[in-house]
């Protein structure tokens, strides 16, 4: 499971960086419409939270992962961080639908 999380951390930052296209129709096409690089990042991570793989996965990954990835995505590691505080202030699990900055 944790390797399924750096997997797509890292194809949203491929997609930030705007560093490969791959897969990019088929988010367009389930989103109607041509989406920025953020965007489609944010989406990657989006579906990451849709497959309901156990938390605690994601927030010890991220924990690491954030060394890396916070400073190359600011955005999208400031959701990420509320995410983590809030599991951690209020036990809630990750629910990326309440975080639509775009969608």
């Given at each position: 499971m944790t390797?399924?999380?750096?997997?797509?951390?890292?194809?949203?930052?491929?997609?930030?960086?705007?560093?490969?296209?791959?897969?990019?129709?088929?988010?367009?096409?389930?989103?109607?419409?041509?989406?920025?690089?953020?965007?489609?990042?944010?989406?990657?991570?989006?579906?990451?939270?849709?497959?309901?793989?156990?938390?605690?996965?994601?927030y010890r990954c991220w924990g690491l992962a954030r060394k890396i990835y916070g400073q190359r995505m600011p955005r999208i590691a400031k959701i990420l961080d509320a995410t983590v505080e809030r599991f951690n202030l209020h036990g809630e699990r990750t629910n990326l639908r309440r975080w639509k900055p775009y969608f």
């Open positions: 390797d399924i999380f750096y997997n797509y951390l890292y194809w949203s930052y491929l997609y930030f960086t705007g560093k490969t296209s791959e897969g990019r129709e088929y988010f367009e096409e389930k989103f109607s419409r041509k989406l920025s690089n953020e965007e489609l990042a944010y989406a990657v991570l989006a579906e990451y939270f849709n497959l309901r793989l156990d938390c605690m996965d994601f």
